[in-house]
């Protein structure tokens, strides 16, 4: 059945405090969207398990940097959505899992 608008509502509003709070002093970022490329190993770190996954989907998938950043990007604000502090290996997975596919034939 999925979960109600009104609980979706409460962990959007959430992860736009904690995304508040994370941009309090930078005025020119609002949102994950937002982090510049310098600013992703500051605001997007990952620890050795998802550097591996990382650099495991970079090769298989011929990711770009751009594609990259916009990853970890992503990858922040579901671990922002889930309340986790740390970009977990299930949020860069998620992430991962929204590439467009590329057509074959």
Not at 60 to 81: E, F, G, P, V, W
């Amino acid at each position: 059945m999925g979960e109600t608008s009104e609980a979706i509502r409460k962990r959007v509003q959430a992860a736009r405090e904690i995304q508040n709070k994370r941009f309090g002093e930078l005025t020119d970022i609002v949102c994950n969207a937002g982090i510049r490329i310098a600013e992703v190993s500051k605001f997007c770190h990952l620890h050795d398990e998802g550097q591996s996954l990382m650099r495991a989907a970079m090769s298989q998938m011929n990711l770009s940097a751009c594609a990259y950043h916009r990853i970890l990007k992503l990858a922040r604000t579901i671990a922002d959505l889930a309340g986790s502090e740390e970009i977990q290996s299930a949020h860069l997975v998620e992430a991962l899992q929204y590439r467009p596919k590329l057509m074959m034939g």
